[in-house]
């Protein structure tokens, strides 16, 4: 019996959730993760592939997947939507020039099945920066309130101080 009690409470102690993080090469993604997991900045370079890492707050298990955001390796984004909960989209809010390639991406994401009941947080990062774009001009510029099938939110953020 308290074998069985151990198993079955190991099984809710471990739940897990799936996080996957995307976004244009450059826009932060590796920054955001590990300011997650260490509250740290760590040096990056560009992630080929992705990197995973768990992340625990309060009890809760998060497994993070990052992906690289490179043009080659984003048709790799979908292999990897299964089971996820949640999708960071990180966006680098000096970038004005690749908003339309963003939107692009984004909507190629929100469409694909997997991720039909995912919640959909998006990061305006890079806020440090003069003359960024808010979260309200990103907003509008991508078309948020679009998005009907999605829960979303629009938070703008810092990777670099881990500020939002
Ligand atoms: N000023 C500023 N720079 C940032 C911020 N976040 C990240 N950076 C810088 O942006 C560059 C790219 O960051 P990465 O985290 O490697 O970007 P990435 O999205 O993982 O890029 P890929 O792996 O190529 O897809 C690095 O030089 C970071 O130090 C921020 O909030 N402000
Ligand atoms: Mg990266």
């Known amino acids: 019996m308290g074998l069985l009690f151990a198993k079955l409470w190991s099984l809710f102690g471990t739940e897990e959730h799936k996080i996957v993080i995307v976004g244009l090469d450059n826009a932060g993604k590796t920054t955001i993760l590990y300011q997650f997991l260490m509250n740290e900045v760590v040096h990056t370079s560009p992630t080929i592939g992705s990197n995973v890492e768990e992340v625990v707050w309060r009890n809760i298990h998060f497994i993070m997947w990052d992906l690289g955001g490179q ?90 101080t881990g500020e939002g």
């Open 71 to 160: 043009q080659s390796l984003r048709a790799a984004w979908s292999t990897y939507y299964t089971n996820t909960e949640f999708v960071i989209v990180v966006i680098d809010s000096t970038d004005r020039e690749r908003l339309p390639l963003i939107r692009e991406e984004l909507y190629k994401m929100l469409a694909h099945e997997e991720l039909s009941k995912a919640g959909v947080l998006v990061y305006a990062n890079k806020q440090d920066v003069k003359g960024s774009m808010t979260a309200s001009e990103i907003s509008k510029e991508l078309d948020l309130t679009s998005i009907k099938q999605q829960q979303w939110h629009i938070q703008s953020c810092c990777a670099l």
